[in-house]
Each structure stands twice: as C-alpha cells, then as structure tokens.
C-alpha cells in the first residue's frame, strides 16, 4: 500500500531537521516536595549576637502536705534559681549567577527574569537546607574568623526523655555541647515508645502541641509495629473525596490523647521525635529570613547571594523526647 512520505509527521519533524517545531511546555514542573514541618511550625524570634540565648524556669514539684496554720509567721523561702542557655548563629547559603545573554532570550516556563526564578527556587532550597539541619544531630560550634558557626540541634538539647540502640549512648547534657550516640539500628519497641510518651507526660502534661515526627521509612514502621490497641489505624478505609489516603497514620492515640503523625523528608531516616512545637523556637539575624546581596562580577551576568541567619532556641526540652536507631 502507498504511503504519504516527503510530507509526512516523521520527514518534517525534528528528528530530520525540517519544519515541525519542537513541542516544549510553558510550564516548569517542580517535582521535588518542598516541605518543611517543623520550622514552619515553631516560633519564630529575632537573634541580636552570635550567641543566642534565653532563660528557662520550672515549677516547684507538687505536694499533698500544703496546709498552713491561720496567721501563722510566714518562713523566707529561696525563689528558684533560672537557667540560661544559648546557641550559636549559624549562616546558611545559596549563590545564583544568571548571564545576561541568558535574561535576552525566550525561556520556557519563565514568563519573567530568569534572576527572579533562580532566587525564588533556591530560597525555597535554603529552607529546607534549615529544616534538615536543625533536625539532624549536631552539636552547637562557635563561629571564628577561620570556623563557620554551627546551630545545636533539637537532638543535642534533649535530655530528660531519650532511647537509644544497646550499643550507643545517651546525651549527657541539654546545653548544645553534647549529643547522643544513636547506635546500630535496631526494631522498634511499643515499651519504648510508650516509657518516652510517660517521660514527655510527666515533664510537660501536655500533648496538645505534640507531634510525632519521623522519615517515612521511620513512619511506615511505627504503623507496622506498634500495638494496635494504641490506636493505630493500618487500614483507613475512605473515598478519595474526602481527601485522605488509604493506608496512613495520621494519628496515634495514645494513652494521654491523639497524637498528630508527621512524616518529614528531611528527618534522619533512624530517628523519631515526639516534639511539642510550643517549646522551640527558630531566631533569624537581621530581621527577616533570608537576606539577597548583589555580587559584583568581571563577567557578563547577574549574581546574588542569599544567606540565613539563624539559630535553634530549646525553650523547653524536657516536653520532647528522642528515639534514635530505629531500624526502619
């Protein structure tokens, strides 16, 4: 049977350099998440000096003898002594560098300046460079002319409630200067979990701010394994209508209350923190997130560099509690 050749699809198309332009969306499609959980959540501060710091205080323990004879001479007590803390300000960078022959020409997906694109793509990349490292473990480093300073992270401030593997070692300290060695991976345990859920009940009593954070490695594993007279929901069976997906935790009831369940992309994938967001906070230098500064440059383009001043505060670490070396 005859065909139609010399101006058909395939002779005219790209592939044999004739006159069929080439199809290209005007649209970029980011595929990478951009998520960030936990700094989006907490509060956040300003910073003034390069160490950071601020006070905590606790309340005397409750007692069951407080009974006091009428009009009887009060005693002098002591008031309780306040604890200051600190962390350093660490500086989180980005440079871009757009030619200015690039800015002339039609770009796909980019309806305006290739600069703008850049800035607004690696501010977001900045972001989530802060979430990852105020969620790893790291201890605090004073910034020197020669040293960059580094924020401690929320491993390194918890103390009161923490487990780790058989063969690591738990954090010594809650000032920044030490962190816990997680260990070789091992299974998760309901008794762990639930001796850190009674440590975080009994420093704080309070769960309405809690949640349960964990890589999703980490999160598929706490639905595998955990005890399922907790609360835990392995078969959520509803409609794509109501907007949830089948097969999630969401929530973990546990025996103080529902618990929201938070995967995290940037978490350590051996790790999974109970976090009362109300007891941390997040304080940038300079009054805003993210600074831009004009480079000056010998070559024909445009270049900026974009900085985060910031730093880590633990305002409360006994209301948090660390499970580290799970293996998930």
């Known amino acids: 049977m005859a065909t139609i050749t010399s101006t058909s699809a395939y002779e005219l198309g790209p592939q044999n350099a004739k006159n069929i332009r080439e199809d290209l969306g005007n649209v970029i499609f980011n595929v990478t998440p951009f998520m960030t959980p936990f700094t989006s959540g907490i509060a956040q501060t300003k910073a003034t000096a390069d160490n950071h710091e601020w006070l905590t205080d606790t309340y005397a323990d409750s007692v069951s003898s407080n009974a006091a004879i009428e009009a009887e001479k009060v005693d002098s007590s002591e008031g309780s002594e306040r604890t200051r803390k600190g962390n350093y300000v660490q500086i989180a960078t980005k440079g871009v560098t757009v030619t200015k022959k690039a800015e002339m020409f039609d770009r796909a997906g980019v309806p305006g300046k290739e600069m703008a694109y850049q800035l607004m793509k690696k501010g ?30 929320v491993s390194s401030w918890i103390l009161a409630n923490q487990k780790v ?18 260990g070789t991976s091992e299974a998760m345990t309901q008794a762990n979990l639930d ?10 009593g309070d769960f309405s701010s809690a949640k349960i954070m964990g890589s999703a490695g980490t999160i598929s594993t706490l639905r595998n394994n955990a005890d399922v007279s907790k609360g835990i929901s392995t078969d959520v ?35 999974l923190y109970v976090l009362d967001y109300s007891t941390w906070g997040l304080a940038f230098a300079g009054g805003k997130k993210i600074h831009t500064t004009d480079i000056a440059t010998q070559a024909s383009a445009e270049q900026k560099l974009l900085e985060c001043y910031y730093t880590l505060e633990a305002r409360s670490e006994e209301a948090n509690a660390g499970y580290y070396a799970i293996n998930a």
């Open 124 to 153: 977001k990349e900045l972001q989530m460079d802060v979430e990852k490292q105020v969620l790893s473990n790291q201890i605090k480093v004073i910034p020197t002319n020669a040293a960059a300073g580094v924020s401690a992270t």
């Open 165 to 182: 593997a058989a063969d690591g070692t738990l954090n010594t300290a809650s000032t920044g200067l030490t962190k816990p060695v997680p």
């Open 237 to 271: 069976t509803t409609n794509a209508a109501d907007g949830e997906i089948i097969n999630r935790v969401a929530v973990y009831v546990s025996q103080f209350g529902p618990i929201a369940v938070v995967p995290n992309k940037h978490m350590p994938a051996d790790t």
């Open 195 to 204: 001796d850190l859920l009674d440590g975080v009940w009994t420093n704080s």
